[in-house]
């Protein structure tokens, strides 16, 4: 009975190797084929609720700073006098901000696969990165509210224009002001602005004046973006060719273009006048390549910016795709449907000009490159002191593919600037005519990515992929171990077995000698063998037994 248990049980240890050898393969096999580790990251690199890139995405811990450098102009009275020919101006910075940025009231439109949400951007000095305290630091730079009413009158009637005159010269507005560098950014109480809020407040809602106040903070909470989600594709993974880029830009307030640069619903407008099919730059499409070119939206630029794939480069050892902003980007052309929209009355500004004024009040400001890079060089000619360099003033902006977020490396460079036109009836403003006056530039880059989004593209790129590797491989192996265990139970028997069943059937032997008929003897085995030896003269027939 005893040799049958063992059969059974040496059988039942048999198929369980089996099956767990076969089970080991099975499930290795399947996590190469399947690969449940991109399923996993496809999910949770997805802006939808819940995901970890929704998470990343409400308060992105990507460190944004703004480098703020500003000109002050340290010959005024030489230059309106006439004893000097040009304006020396002196850049003086930087002043560093950082920008932290959070999505507020997200809805996510299953109807039409996009979310509504509204971006809020708060500015904090960041004074151990900056060249000295903006408060305490003072500069001579252009009355940008004296200096666009003065352009704007030049449009009006005589009467209109005299009028103006008299008023500036009542307020005793100067052309140049004398201010902190914290006045001039971020607001200075003015008289003539005080004056206009008076008497047009709906063209003029505000009592004090700060160029990067105008340019940053303002409308700031109030922006409501209606931005696409992921790509719909077809069964086979491929992106439908009509679908929306993934996290462009659908809408902003309602409105898909700007109708300030007459865009047209009808039509969906030119590239000119665009809103939609734009990126608000925080996040891109994972499946980027070579052949992508993307357009940027912020309200300071008052128009997209086309960004063109340059190359790849590394940066701490994280892989980025960096795309430059074009040379003729700020570049209009009166007979060109691309750029058109920006020419008022088909009057373009000069080349590298970009006009910014329908998004401020009509006050006639342009952005450009620093320091007039890329742009007309006659507009170098009545200054001292810039220089412009494409190296240090290039655009690029540097994407992670893994996680489609901005990265160190980006470098967005602009430059405001105040342009001033004909001159009527102002004989302090004279000396200004017909000028495009530099007020700062500003450089919006990215320090480097912190040690949580370092470790998580790490594991991305190699780490999660080389743990799915590992764990398929082992199981792979395991199963190979399994089932050859199976097999060599299956063939041979171990040596033990073999001596446990030897043991039980001479133990057997000795049970029938000492049955009913013979006496039992108390002797060993060895003692009986030999005893049967010498009375019979022949072989044992115990040895016979127990080892048959």
Request: hydrophobic letters at 40%; one cysteine or more; charged letters at 20%.
């Amino acid at each position: 009975m005893k040799l049958f248990t063992n059969k059974n049980q040496r059988n039942a240890k048999l198929l369980r190797r089996a099956a767990l050898g076969m089970t080991l393969l099975f499930f290795g096999s399947l996590v190469l084929i399947a690969d449940p580790l991109q399923s996993i990251l496809d999910t949770q690199l997805s802006l939808k609720p819940g995901s970890l890139l929704h998470r990343l995405w409400l308060f992105p811990p990507i460190d944004v700073f703004i480098n703020v450098y500003m000109f002050n102009y340290t010959n005024v009275e030489e230059f309106t006098s006439g004893r000097a020919d040009k304006l020396h101006v002196q850049e003086v910075g930087p002043y560093v901000y950082q920008e932290v940025l959070s999505n507020h009231n997200v809805t996510y439109n299953e109807n039409n696969n996009t979310i509504t949400y509204t971006p809020k951007r708060e500015y904090v000095l960041a004074l151990d990165r900056s060249i000295g305290d903006p408060k305490v630091d003072r500069i001579r730079a252009p009355n940008i509210p004296l200096m666009g009413v003065t352009t704007l009158a030049s449009s009006m009637s005589m009467f209109a224009s005299l009028g103006l005159s008299a008023i500036t010269r009542q307020l005793d507005s100067q052309p140049m002001l004398e201010l902190s560098v914290h006045e001039y950014m971020w607001g200075y109480e003015d008289r003539l602005v005080e004056l206009a809020a008076k008497f047009v407040p709906s063209w003029i809602d505000f009592s004090s004046f700060g160029i990067m106040e105008k340019l940053f903070r303002e409308g700031n909470e109030s922006n409501v973006f209606n931005m696409n989600l992921h790509e719909p594709k077809d069964k086979y993974g491929v992106r439908l060719p009509d679908a929306p880029r993934a996290y462009t830009v659908d809408s902003i307030n309602g409105e898909r273009g700007f109708k300030r640069w007459e865009y047209n619903d009808e039509t969906n407008g030119t590239m000119c006048n665009r809103i939609w099919g734009s990126h608000d730059a925080t996040l891109f499409p994972l499946d980027m390549d070579e052949n992508d070119e993307f357009f940027l939206y912020r309200r300071t630029f008052c128009r997209r910016l086309h960004v063109k794939f340059n190359s790849t480069s590394t940066w701490n050892g994280i892989d980025g795709y960096r795309f430059d902003m074009l040379p003729d980007t700020f570049d209009s052309y009166a007979n060109d449907a691309n750029s058109s929209c920006y020419c008022k009355n088909n009057r373009c500004l000069k080349k590298g000009v970009g006009s910014v004024s329908p998004c401020y009040y009509n006050i006639p400001l342009a952005i450009t490159y620093p320091h007039f890079t890329h742009a007309d060089p006659t507009l170098l000619e009545p200054f001292e002191g810039l220089t412009p360099n494409a190296t240090r003033f290039t655009s690029s902006l540097v994407v992670q593919p893994q996680l489609g977020a901005p990265m160190q490396g980006t470098h967005l460079r602009l430059q405001a600037n105040q342009v001033v036109g004909k001159v009527s009836f102002s004989r302090i403003m004279e000396p200004f005519e017909n000028m495009v006056l530099p007020l700062l530039w500003v450089d919006l880059n990215i320090d480097v990515l912190c040690l949580s989004l370092r470790l998580l593209i790490h594991g991305i790129k190699w780490g999660f992929p080389l743990l799915q590797w590992s764990v398929a491989l082992g199981m792979l192996l395991a199963g190979v171990y399994q089932l050859c265990c199976a097999l060599m139970l299956c063939f041979w028997a171990p040596a033990n077995k073999f001596q446990k069943v030897d043991q039980a059937e001479r133990g057997a032997a000795i049970q029938v000698i000492g049955a009913p008929g013979y006496r039992k003897s108390s002797l060993p085995l060895e003692a009986l063998e030999e005893q049967h030896h010498l009375l019979f003269g022949g072989g044992s027939i115990i040895p016979k037994l127990a080892k048959a």
